[in-house]
C-alpha cells in the first residue's frame, strides 16, 4: 500500500512538472507555444539611447538560441541594428527590466515596433512591411 501512495505521488509529481515546464517554455517563446508580441508605439527614445545610426536596436543574452537566429536574420539582410548584450552591463540589464519592463530576449525595436520573440516568418513580414 506504502509502496502504491508513493507511486502515485511520484507519478502527479512528474505530471504536473511536465505541465510546468510546457507553460514555461511556451510562454518563453518555444517553438510549439505562444505567438511572438509586436507592441506599436512611440520607441525613438530606445533608439536615441544608443544613438549609432542604427534604426534597430536588438536586445540579447548570451546562451540564446533564439537571440541568435534573430541577429543571423538581421544580418543575413543586412540591416544595420545595435546590439545590446545584457549578459554585459548590469545597468543595461536593469534599464531592460526596470524602465522598458521588458524581462525575456530577444527584444527588437525600431522607431514604432517593439518585438519580443523570434520566429522568421514574423521578422520576415516586419520586414517586407517597412
Known sequence: M?????FVIA????AL?????HSLMSHLGSPDGVTDQIQLGDYSQVLARYDQGAALVLF???GCPYCEMAR????QRELVYHEVRLEQSSSERQYFMRDLGLSTVPVLI???RLVTGYKQPLYDSL???E
Open 110 to 112: 525600431s522607431s514604432e
Open 127 to 129: 520586414f517586407r512591411e
Open 17 to 21: 512538472g511536465l505541465f510546468a515546464s
Open 60 to 62: 540579447t543574452n548570451a
Open 11 to 14: 507519478a502527479l509529481a512528474l
Open 72 to 75: 543571423d536574420h538581421l544580418d
Open 2 to 6: 506504502r509502496q502504491v501512495k508513493i
